[in-house]
């Protein structure tokens, strides 16, 4: 008997640009994506409860106007909540990458700290760099085996690199909040040199608080995450892939690919 095929939406509107490189690395992985228009959405012709994975890609929605992914969270809120609502409560995965992470935090939905309400309540943003300039580059990142984040439980590497590319990358809360973050283990990702240290520009490309690259929900079914794991899906993706070859871990692969089995083993 065949598995089913996990259904994997990718939401998109005016701006996003990552869309495409999203679905191949769907694709890839075994799942079923689908690209999908916001408002196709809010007109109710789709659903999204009827898809496994919901996912926000990179890019600049809206053009980034007023600040970087906020009228794309605007329309989450106001229009299709009870819809993401739905969905988060039901375990089901979403991802935010890049832009993504941007809507989600503005929206609420991230780090989620209030309950049935978080969409009414930003606590956390992400901000211009400190360097005061579009940062595209690769990084190294280091993965918080103590996270909460249920979609990567038991990834196998500590410390990998990935691609930034990003003018509004910096994550930046109250103490209180970035306590609670810290205390609630919902680091995903931090910026780290390739020796897994801690350290200031360049490795943190954009002074976030703690080195933040990306981080979870409490329930731990959302993920959001500054770097590009879609632009990592084959050795050929690495800029010394000629002089590695044959040594390279396309890092960013092997990320979707724990997200889809997430799904498999729970649903």
């Known amino acids: 008997m065949r598995a089913r095929k996990i259904k ?15 679905y191949v690395a769907f694709k890839k992985v075994g799942a079923s994506p689908v690209l999908l228009h916001i408002n196709q959405i809010i007109c109710k012709k789709e659903e999204i409860n009827n898809y496994d994975i919901l996912v926000l890609p990179g890019g600049f929605s809206y053009g980034d106007d007023i600040a ?17 609502e739905k969905f988060v409560t039901s375990g089901k995965p979403i991802i935010g990458i890049c832009n993504g992470f941007q809507v989600l935090v503005k929206a609420g939905l991230l780090p989620g700290f209030n309950g049935a309400n978080n969409a009414a309540k930003q606590t956390v943003t992400l ?35 990935l691609p930034v590319a990003h003018g509004e990358g910096k994550f930046f809360t109250t103490q209180e909040i970035l306590q609670k973050i810290k205390d609630d283990n919902l680091i995903v990702w931090q910026y780290v040199d390739e020796n897994g240290n801690l350290l200031g520009y360049p490795y943190n490309p954009n002074g976030s608080l703690e080195n933040i690259a990306g981080i979870c929900n409490e329930k731990g079914n959302i993920l959001g995450m500054m770097p590009h794991p879609e632009r990592f899906l084959t050795e050929y993706h690495h800029p010394y892939w000629k002089g590695m070859k044959g040594k390279i871990i396309p890092y960013g692969y092997y990320i979707f690919n724990y997200v889809v089995d997430y799904v498999k083993r729970n649903f």
């Open 8 to 22: 994997a939406l990718i939401l998109r509107t005016a701006g996003t640009n990552c869309d495409a490189e999203t």
């Open 68 to 84: 970087a992914g906020k009228i794309l969270a605007n329309e989450i809120k106001y229009k299709i909540f009870p819809q993401i």
């Open 127 to 161: 901000t211009f760099n400190d360097s005061g300039r579009f940062e595209c580059r690769w990084v190294h990142l280091k993965f918080n085996r103590n996270t909460k984040c249920k979609l990567l439980q038991g990834f196998p590497y500590e410390i990998i690199t």
